[in-house]
């Protein structure tokens, strides 16, 4: 309503959703408070049941807006305006999780339900619009928390159902000894037996995973090359030649260290994604450049690189295995692209509107096939960047036979020189590899242009990584696995299950209950808390004789 002041305490609220959104946004890097998401789940919780859905969309929005600001910081690379667009157009997601929980609300039982909401939301946000944007979820934060274990159960979903229903605990338990009365007891004990039960029970999970050798060596010693750039920005994709001279560089220094006993001769080595964003197959400066590394080091080479094609509009972002013997054999194609990334939805009409995406010249083609791909003596499960956050894609290229997880990614337009790699997209990135490593029951190597690379074990603890903005070489052996966990085998139906339940949680929130008293006026219905009104006179039944 027009010339209405916001009253002080809609203010309020406004501002506590917005604290509980940075507080969900310190349990992501670079901070990483893992402890910090539960608290701040409790206080959404908490606050959105009691409000009108009216209230519940802006406590909601100003919950999103306070969490995905700060995540999405490294896009100020691209642009501050690209930055707070996208943070505040997928806030909306958070303000339908303000009006599902206060719907929610209105039944006692809300604290069960708010986990199946939170994941229902969590599920359409990461499909919706243009294939989702999965960054910032809930369970991206608990890498180093007691509940990262059950990603090997349900994957990502479930731990993010795991942290909401500690955070719902705490909030109905909170409410119901502040107030004595709220949420019911039977549902406040129901969830905090199940809070306490993830929590305990994270330590008892084991990723039953293991290499029984019939399908090829146990372990392999791979070399993970980050060439780095020579410049940030948009820009330093005109420095093409130097980005894939850089790699080639570090790869000639890794075999003069192999050939001097520094290091084990490795049985693979995986440069990043936009190692060569001239097509090494077709480029003949940017082939030779490949080539005289490969034939230096003498194995395989997965080589991250921008493919000519399909047709003259669309190029293609792959990884290529480079054999020292034969070349350019199999590929992989990305799947999940980047929308106003790497291909522009509505291109006639945006170039025309904002003349920076005019940068974007040719549209990239999507890939149809998993990222399984055979490199020297390893069948390999590869994700190119931003697919690393795509529940599918990883589960696809893992089921597809692959036993050891790379992750290929180039961060340079989205960090800052001063940055120390521990915020920002590659961190994130990094902790979304360490909860793949114990979804799948795999070991990851991470590999980024400019950093930071990094190798993880399976059960996620990192135990080699580099900094960003340097050239570096990673060695390591790291072993290859062929059982698969029971996410692998459950694969999207847990979540698809629990977000089902969190939209029938919603819809029988809504659903109007009526209360019918014998005698009563008709249109009168009983009033909760009130003693139903008399009846106006008694009732008999009188059968109608034959």
């Given at each position: 309503?027009?010339?209405?002041?916001?009253?002080?305490?809609?203010?309020?609220?406004?501002?506590?959703?917005?604290?509980?959104?940075?507080?969900?946004?310190?349990?992501?890097?670079?901070?990483?408070?893992?402890?910090?998401?539960?608290?701040?789940?409790?206080?959404?919780?908490?606050?959105?049941?009691?409000?009108?859905?009216?209230?519940?969309?802006?406590?909601?929005?100003?919950?999103?807006?306070?969490?995905?600001?700060?995540?999405?910081?490294?896009?100020?690379?691209?642009?501050?305006?690209?930055?707070?667009?996208?943070?505040?157009?997928?806030s909306l997601w958070f303000a339908l999780l303000g009006l599902g929980l206060a719907l929610v609300g209105r039944r006692r039982w809300w604290p069960v339900a708010t986990p199946f909401v939170w994941v229902a939301v969590e599920f359409a946000r990461d499909r919706w619009p243009f294939g989702g944007l999965p960054w910032g979820r809930i369970?991206?934060?608990?890498?180093?928390?007691?509940?990262?274990?059950?990603?090997?159960?349900?994957?990502?979903?479930?731990?993010?159902?795991?942290?909401?229903?500690?955070?719902?605990?705490?909030?109905?338990?909170?409410?119901?000894?502040?107030?004595?009365?709220?949420?019911?007891?039977?549902?406040?004990?129901?969830?905090?037996?199940?809070?306490?039960?993830?929590?305990?029970?994270?330590?008892?999970?084991?990723?039953?995973?293991?290499?029984?050798?019939?399908?090829?060596?146990?372990?392999?010693?791979?070399?993970?090359?980050?060439?780095?750039?020579?410049?940030?920005?948009?820009?330093?994709?005109?420095?093409?030649?130097?980005?894939?001279?850089?790699?080639?560089?570090?790869?000639?220094?890794?075999?003069?260290?192999?050939?001097?006993?520094?290091?084990?001769?490795?049985?693979?080595?995986?440069?990043?994604?936009?190692?060569?964003?001239?097509?090494?197959?077709?480029?003949?400066?940017?082939?030779?450049?490949?080539?005289?590394?490969?034939?230096?080091?003498?194995?395989?080479?997965?080589?991250?690189a921008v493919l000519d094609g399909p047709g003259p509009d669309h190029v293609s972002n792959a990884a290529v295995v480079w054999s020292p013997a034969t070349g350019p054999g199999e590929r992989y194609l990305k799947r999940h692209l980047v929308p106003f990334g790497e291909y522009l939805p509505w291109r006639s009409v945006l170039t025309k509107?904002?003349?920076?995406?005019?940068?974007?010249?040719?549209?990239?083609?999507?890939?149809?096939?998993?990222?399984?791909?055979?490199?020297?003596?390893?069948?390999?499960?590869?994700?190119?960047?931003?697919?690393?956050?795509?529940?599918?894609?990883?589960?696809?290229?893992?089921?597809?036979?692959?036993?050891?997880?790379?992750?290929?990614?180039?961060?340079?337009?989205?960090?800052?020189?001063?940055?120390?790699?521990?915020?920002?997209?590659?961190?994130?990135?990094?902790?979304?590899?360490?909860?793949?490593?114990?979804?799948?029951?795999?070991?990851?190597?991470?590999?980024?242009?400019?950093?930071?690379?990094a190798v993880i074990r399976p059960d996620g603890r990192v135990v080699a990584r580099t900094g960003v903005f340097v050239p570096a070489r990673l060695v390591a052996a790291v072993p290859l696995r062929d059982g698969t966990t029971l996410a692998d085998r459950l694969g999207a139906w847990p979540e698809r299950v629990a977000a089902l339940a969190?939209?029938?949680?919603?819809?029988?929130?809504?659903?109007?209950?009526?209360?019918?008293?014998?005698?009563?006026?008709?249109?009168?219905?009983?009033?909760?808390?009130?003693?139903?009104?008399?009846?106006?006179?008694?009732?008999?039944?009188?059968?109608?004789?034959?």
């Open positions: 309503m027009r010339g209405v002041p916001v009253s002080a305490p809609a203010a309020l609220r406004l501002l506590a959703g917005a604290g509980a959104g940075v507080a969900l946004w310190t349990s992501l890097p670079p901070l990483s408070w893992w402890w910090a998401a539960p608290l701040a789940v409790a206080a959404v919780a908490a606050v959105a049941s009691e409000l009108t859905p009216r209230a519940a969309l802006l406590f909601g929005y100003a919950v999103g807006l306070g969490q995905l600001v700060p995540t999405f910081a490294f896009l100020r690379g691209i642009g501050v305006d690209a930055w707070l667009v996208v943070a505040t157009v997928y369970a991206f934060g608990q890498a180093d928390g007691p509940l990262l274990p059950w990603a090997a159960v349900g994957g990502a979903p479930l731990v993010t159902f795991a942290v909401v229903t500690v955070g719902a605990a705490l909030a109905a338990g909170g409410l119901l000894a502040v107030r004595r009365r709220g949420p019911s007891v039977p549902a406040v004990a129901a969830v905090l037996a199940v809070g306490v039960a993830l929590l305990g029970g994270g330590w008892l999970v084991q990723v039953p995973t293991g290499g029984d050798g019939t399908r090829g060596p146990a372990h392999v010693v791979v070399a993970a090359i980050q060439g780095n750039v020579p410049r940030l920005g948009l820009k330093e994709f005109a420095q093409r030649r130097a980005v894939t001279a850089n790699h080639s560089a570090q790869t000639l220094a890794l075999a003069a260290d192999v050939a001097a006993g520094r290091v084990a001769r490795p049985d693979l080595v995986v440069w990043p994604e936009n190692a060569s964003d001239d097509d090494p197959t077709t480029d003949p400066v940017a082939g030779a450049m490949v080539s005289r590394a490969v034939a230096a080091v003498g194995v395989p080479v997965l080589v991250g509107l904002v003349h920076r995406f005019s940068l974007i010249s040719k549209d990239f083609a999507a890939g149809h096939r998993p990222g399984v791909l055979r490199v020297g003596p390893a069948t390999i499960a590869d994700v190119i960047c931003f697919e690393v956050a795509d529940d599918g894609v990883v589960r696809d290229a893992v089921r597809g036979g692959g036993r050891l997880l790379v992750v290929q990614t180039n961060n340079a337009t989205y960090e800052h020189r001063g940055d120390d790699g521990r915020g920002g997209e590659t961190a994130q990135q990094l902790e979304m590899s360490r909860l793949r490593a114990v979804e799948h029951g795999r070991a990851v190597v991470v590999v980024a242009t400019s950093g930071v690379s969190g939209l029938l949680a919603v819809a029988g929130a809504v659903w109007p209950r009526r209360r019918q008293t014998v005698g009563a006026p008709a249109g009168s219905a009983g009033v909760p808390g009130q003693p139903a009104p008399e009846p106006d006179a008694t009732v008999t039944l009188v059968e109608p004789k034959p």
